[in-house]
């Protein structure tokens, strides 16, 4: 069942949208004046710790927040006064909330009752919601006889069932253990593929947004840091913030020595190295900058006499099932992570204390515009 169609607009236009509670002595700022697209059937991530302002965002694209300033469109049209029932727009909250005393059939057409739909509508309509989330068998049984996957995807579909053209998920996989956690992550990629609706789902799981998402807002103290695909956001960070909210970074200090069109090449602070990094960032020869590597980007070996190498010595050493993180010292004080995979032909394995030699590919490193 797709129900997608082609519109000029995008599904939901955040124009600079500004979010202050106000306060006796200091009004707090949520959003400040932030501006992006959301496209119409996209599976797009608000991604952020505690307080960032994800959740104000998705609550004020609800209807369940004012806007202090600016505007949020839906297909070019201007929701930013209508109320939450007047929005065709749903949403599923981290509890679920379904009706106790309901069935799931029940539950799932609740809405299309609300809405004043005809019978065989919402007969055929929750039908077919429950054979989209593999739960028909279970139509006649109450909330407290499922499990908390059961439960999550039976609020799905009731969000679902009236069609909206935007469906708002906060957080709804954070009562949910690991397992069933990665196994709905899958059920939801592959449901709003069939519906065509636009999700915008809040997380602070950063594990989440980069199996789900088609892009990613990272943002921080009510502003967007940085919005791309899961492969953007982790190889090209734009800031120190991004890089260390995704994933683990290495962020290194060096000096631009050349600065061409497309590239740069530094001096890293680490070694005196030379390295020539593509760079988007326009730089100035003698400029100070920062350089980010991810730790599987790194290789450790035996130590180097090269006057390029970075030589250091394991300091710690975590193995972590998949992979062994380790961290060496280098010899001008800088810490370094790496992490390598745990293959059957790993080779010698490497203790605290070893002296090794630090590699770091070239095309791996990427400057941060702060």
């Known amino acids: 069942m797709n129900t997608n169609k082609s519109f000029p607009s995008p599904a939901i236009d955040i124009v600079s949208v500004t979010k202050i509670y106000p306060h006796r002595t200091h009004p707090v700022t949520a959003l400040n004046d932030i501006s992006f697209a959301i496209k119409d059937n996209e599976f797009f991530t608000l991604l952020g710790p505690s307080g960032c302002g994800k959740t104000t965002l998705l609550r004020m694209i609800g209807g369940f927040e004012g806007i202090t300033k600016g505007q949020i469109q839906l297909y070019g049209e201007d929701i930013s006064t209508l109320q939450p029932n007047q929005r065709p727009i ?5 509890q679920y909330a379904l009706f106790p005393h309901f069935t799931v059939f029940e539950n799932v057409a609740f809405g299309l009752k609300r809405l004043g739909r005809d019978q065989a509508f919402i007969k055929t309509q929750t039908e077919s919601m429950l054979e989209l989330i593999r739960m028909a068998e279970f139509a006649d049984r109450k909330p407290n006889q499922l ?3 059961q439960q999550q995807r ?11 053209k935007v469906l708002l998920l906060d957080e709804p996989l954070s009562a949910l253990d690991l397992k069933l956690r990665q196994a709905m992550r899958e059920e939801l990629k592959d449901i709003q593929k069939k519906t065509g609706i636009t999700f915008i789902f ?17 943002m921080s103290n009510g502003e967007v840091q940085q919005i791309g695909t899961a492969t953007d956001i982790y190889d090209h960070p734009v800031n120190h913030f991004v890089a260390n909210f995704i994933g683990e970074a290495n962020i290194l200090k060096a000096k631009v020595s050349k600065s061409d069109k497309n590239s740069i090449t530094a001096i890293l602070a680490a070694n005196g190295g030379k390295v020539t990094i ?8 003698g400029q100070n900058i920062s350089v980010m590597i ?15 190498a970075l030589n250091g010595v394991i300091q710690g050493i975590s ?7 380790l961290q060496v010292i280098l010899d001008d004080g800088e810490s370094i992570i790496a ?22 590919p070239q095309h791996a490193l990427r400057v941060l515009a702060d």
């Open 319 to 325: 193995y972590l099932g998949t992979d062994t993180q």
């Open 202 to 218: 809040v997380t602070h799981d950063q594990e989440e947004a980069l199996t789900m998402s088609d892009r990613i807002a990272v």
């Open 147 to 149: 499990s908390g996957g």
């Open 339 to 360: 992490r390598q995979q745990n293959s059957i032909d790993a080779g010698t394995p490497l203790n605290k204390g070893d002296k090794v030699s630090v590699t770091i």
């Open 154 to 164: 039976v609020a799905l579909a009731r969000a679902l069932a009236p069609q909206p």
């Open 294 to 308: 991810r730790p599987e980007r790194i290789q450790i070996g035996k130590i180097s006499r090269a006057k390029s």
């Open 278 to 285: 593509t760079s988007d960032v326009s730089m100035k020869k």
């Open 90 to 94: 749903n949403t599923v909250f981290q």
